[in-house]
């Protein structure tokens, strides 16, 4: 794959927004991605291949540890921090 140019102040601003509107339908339609679609569709075409393969890395990863802080689940080495 050719390697994309770094993105502009202005594309990754359009990548971001579109992100933060998709993210944005998903928690309010409990993660239903077909009720999001078209946000989504404009979530890939605004960002870099790359950057949307890592928001829905990250994506997952602040959901699951979401589930960890509503469910209370702590790791030990974490308990003596707070």
Same mark, same amino acid.
């Given at each position: 794959a050719a390697r994309m140019a770094a993105p502009t102040m202005e594309e990754r601003k359009a990548c971001w927004g579109a992100r933060d509107e998709f993210w944005q339908c998903l928690d309010s339609h409990g993660d239903d991605a077909?009720?999001? !679609?078209?946000? @989504?569709r404009a979530f890939e075409s605004r960002c870099p291949q790359q950057w949307?393969?890592?928001f829905d890395k990250r994506r997952d990863f602040l959901k699951y540890k979401k589930k960890l802080e509503? !469910?209370?689940? @702590?790791?030990?080495?974490?308990?003596?921090k707070s």
């Open positions: 077909a009720k999001c !679609e078209k946000l @989504r949307v393969k890592h509503t !469910e209370g689940y @702590r790791p030990a080495e974490a308990a003596g």
